[in-house]
């Protein structure tokens, strides 16, 4: 039966305004050859005590860190690496790409649990294949703020896929895409990105109306790239692919994070059309950080172009937000390809199996 969203569920302002929370999926593989295993339920029974939570996923070949709420984009990270090195110490391995290289379709087993069952059920082959990404929650003030927070960074989600596209192979060959976790999400529904919202009150009927329709419970199911997230007080960016490199990540986080906060204090931006999102997030799985994006124009202009005005846009949060390291990180990150062009590097000089050690090595290495 469908839950209609409530007073109760709504959680906005209850924390820190512009706290900061991150969730990481990683998959769980062999510590020598990468290959992935469907160990989660082993790796959990065997995890100590940490600081943040470790979940199975979907997938029992998969892990999802999840940090506690900060202040700051480095005490995230900080956690997230704490929660790397518990998994590791019970002798799983990690492994940070928005799809594993090589697994091939079918070999993921689905967790044993009543809501992936019911995904499974719902999605069929859709979820054949396990995507792993980055998701950050950034907290809200109020109802108000979420949604122009929402409806500013839609205009953002392009970018932000092109500069975390860190998936180029699938099923053991190059897809041809920067991002092929992207083009597997596109078989899910509910994995797009929604219209701009008015307000609170049209999430709120736009949710309940969605769940009846698709015979969901509630709006955690719907994948968007981007969501408000009232139980949690947040608003949630689910674009981005899991990376190996925590700096890379932290750098991303960082982004996310100014953004955010510059779309609250910013005048509301005009309804980019989702036609145009749209066509900008295939192009950012398709091209990554060499590619070109539409501008609010339809005007296509260089990854790195459209990266140097969002720092010029956001450099005041940076120090607001004590995220100016972090940030500074992103041209270096832009210049060697993003993932996506740092496994095809590895890969051109010594094939598959050494982007497997370098994810691994990269992983591993916090």
């Known amino acids: 039966m ?55 996923e979907l997938h029992a070949c998969q892990v999802e860190l999840i940090t506690g709420v900060h202040t700051s984009v480095g005490e995230a990270v900080r956690e997230l690496a704490g929660l790397r090195r518990a998994v590791r110490r019970t002798g799983a391995a990690l492994l940070g790409s928005g799809t594993h290289p090589v697994a091939g379709e079918g070999d993921a087993a689905i967790t044993d649990r009543e809501r992936y069952e019911r995904i499974h059920f719902l999605l069929g082959d859709a979820v ?5 990404g980055l998701h950050i929650h950034v907290g809200m003030p109020d109802s108000e703020t979420a949604i122009k927070v929402f409806n500013g960074l839609r205009r953002d989600l392009p970018l932000l896929l092109a500069l975390a596209a860190n998936s180029p ?8 895409l920067a991002s092929a976790r992207e083009l597997s999400l596109r078989g899910w529904p509910r994995s797009g990105t929604p219209r701009a919202l008015r307000d609170f009150a049209d999430f709120c009927e736009m949710s309940q109306l969605l769940t009846r329709a698709a015979d969901v419970p509630d709006y955690t199911w719907f ?36 953004l955010a906060r510059d779309a609250a204090e910013r005048e509301p931006v005009e309804n980019h059309p989702p036609e145009l999102i749209d066509e900008g997030i295939f192009r950012a799985a398709r091209f990554g950080v060499r590619g070109e994006l539409p501008d609010t124009q339809g005007r296509r202009r260089p990854v790195a172009d459209l990266l140097e005005d969002a720092l010029e846009r956001v450099g005041a949060r940076a120090f607001q937000l ?7 990180r992103l041209p270096e990150l832009l210049k060697r390809g993003g993932g996506a062009g740092m496994q095809r590097s590895t890969y051109e000089i010594a094939g598959i199996e050494a982007v497997l050690r370098e994810l691994l090595q990269h992983t591993g290495g916090t």
């Open 128 to 132: 054949v294949t396990p995507v792993a």
């Open 2 to 56: 469908v839950s209609p969203l409530t007073d109760h569920d709504e959680n906005f302002g209850s924390g820190q305004p512009f706290s900061i929370g991150v969730e990481e999926e990683l998959f769980l593989v062999d510590p020598v050859s990468g290959l992935q295993t469907n160990s989660s339920e082993a790796v959990l029974e065997r995890l100590g005590e940490t600081v943040g939570t470790v979940e199975r």
């Open 223 to 258: 994948w968007w790239k981007l969501r408000p997230h009232p139980r949690l007080g947040t608003v949630e960016i689910r674009a981005l692919d899991a990376q190996a490199s925590l700096a890379d990540a932290g750098a991303l986080i960082a982004l996310v994070h100014c």
């Open 169 to 176: 192979f699938r099923h053991g060959r190059d897809t041809g």
């Open 322 to 328: 004590g995220c100016g390291e972090e940030l500074a």
